[in-house]
């Protein structure tokens, strides 16, 4: 007796706790000042899951893009035209010279959210042996009329090569690609700069260039246009990954509220909180 009226509490007490829970918004939809909208999502179980832990909401309220070689800044994400600008905090520039590092994505980021053709990586202080400046010499280019030994002499915190060699050390303004499959020991230059809309940057001198790297992503096939026009957030179930319409229900749903939807909390995976249901309904 005494057991079955535990139990008869427990349950009563779990349904109190649903419309309260039902309250709750799923997934958070931003970060300061940076919108978080499909396909991405920093809360597990939320967005698409090729996107799965590419993000990080820290106690500032930055959001910063998770990668190999480090956390990079997200500054801005454009969800029309489907870039995203991100911010090495590490990285040199113009004003600022930094220790020697790498730019490094996993495989699957460079798949599906690689950056633009019009970032332009510039690598800084080369040896005469470094093979983008030898066997490899067509990686080099020029952009929008400006050619990368233009930072020496821009740039304060470039002119320290300058001075160093008495001469003005070789360079190479190159695409993602180079940086991707060749690490700064390989390439043999010492550091590394980005620069994002570098088309448009025509009589533009380096003082006045935004120092950055813009990725660009594809949507998942499928979309999301279904479930959030029907109250919904996208997500997808955290142990198969399989797509959910996650709403403010505690029902499962594939595709749409109107059909049902699945509810996740803090604390509760989408499959522990159903398997409550499940029990409770069963007792």
Not at 127 to 147: E, I, K, Q, T, W
Request: with cysteine; charged share 15%.
């Amino acid at each position: 007796m005494a057991a079955y009226l535990s139990i008869a509490i427990l349950v009563t007490t779990l349904l109190q706790l649903v419309p309260a829970l039902a309250l709750l918004t799923p997934c958070r939809t931003s970060c300061g000042s940076v919108a978080i909208k499909y396909p991405f999502g920093v809360d597990d179980g939320c967005g698409a899951p090729q996107f799965r832990n590419m993000f990080n909401c820290n106690s500032t309220t930055e959001l910063f893009f998770v990668t190999p070689s480090g956390n990079y800044k997200v500054e801005s994400i454009d969800y029309d035209k489907q870039t995203m600008v991100v911010y090495d905090p590490a990285m040199s520039t113009c004003s600022i010279l930094q220790p020697h590092h790498d730019f490094k994505m996993t495989d699957i980021q460079s798949a599906i959210i690689p950056p633009t053709s019009d970032t332009v990586f510039a690598l800084l202080n080369c040896s005469v042996d470094s093979p983008v400046l030898n066997h490899y010499s067509y990686l080099c280019f020029n952009f929008s009329a400006h050619s990368c030994e233009e930072l020496y002499g821009a740039c304060n915190a470039f002119r320290v090569f300058h001075f160093s060699t008495n001469s003005t050390p070789p360079c190479c303004f190159t695409g993602y690609d180079t940086v991707r499959t060749m690490s700064m020991n390989i390439l043999d230059c010492t550091h590394y700069t980005s620069v994002v809309n570098a088309d448009g940057l025509r009589g533009i001198g380096p003082l006045d260039w935004v120092y950055g790297i813009k990725l660009t992503y594809m949507l998942p096939e499928g979309g999301c246009r279904r479930c959030t026009q029907s109250g919904g957030t996208c997500g997808f179930d955290t142990e198969t990954e399989g797509r959910l319409c996650l709403c403010s229900a505690s029902s499962n749903s594939t595709r749409e509220c109107g059909a049902g939807g699945t509810f996740v909390s803090k604390g509760y995976t989408k499959n522990k909180f159903l398997n409550l249901r499940k029990t409770n309904s069963s007792t």
